[in-house]
């Protein structure tokens, strides 16, 4: 019988990259920290996709909204990931520099990678929503190291000797 420990510890064995989805609206910072985010969905419209859980009380705003940013977490964000992933969201975004544009999309300075998003589609998938954003905009810095999620930790990448 597969349970809820035995699916964790077998996927924390595949490294994810992590996402922030965020706006500010109303002037109030919102955001959410995501492992299930898939790049090249498509490519024409370009299309990303992010799964999130029914239980999360700062979706159903962010989707209302719209237009999102979405910020890919590198090394320099890493010890902010379990900050911007609290339950208190009031404090989330506290002492962490953002950018956000004209519609509110909100993304954090001195990222691998960020893109401005708006909802696509949405569709349920077990305990989780599959939402489909497309791109609008995206930008990255080449020099930025990359982080990932990897057996509850978060984890540089380093190239194998056989690689090289």
Request: charged content about 20%.
């Amino acid at each position: 019988m597969l349970t809820d420990i035995a699916l964790r510890e077998a996927y924390s064995h595949f490294p994810q990259g992590m996402v922030l989805v965020a706006a500010e609206i109303d002037g109030v910072r919102h955001g959410l920290v995501a492992s299930t985010f898939t790049v090249g969905v498509s490519l024409d419209p370009p299309l990303v996709s992010v799964a999130v859980q029914h239980s999360s009380l700062t979706w159903p705003t962010l989707r209302e909204h719209g237009q999102l940013g979405v910020t890919v977490l590198g090394q320099r964000q890493a010890p902010l990931a379990r900050q911007l992933a609290a339950k208190d969201r009031a404090r989330r975004f506290d002492g962490i520099e953002t950018d956000v544009d004209a519609q509110g999309a909100l993304t954090l300075q001195d990222a691998p990678a960020w893109m401005t998003t708006r909802v696509y589609d949405q569709m349920r998938a077990g305990d989780h929503d599959l939402v489909l954003l497309e791109v609008l905009s995206i930008g990255s810095r080449p020099e930025a190291e990359a982080v990932v999620f990897h057996r509850s930790e978060f984890k540089g990448l380093v190239q194998s000797p056989q690689a090289r």
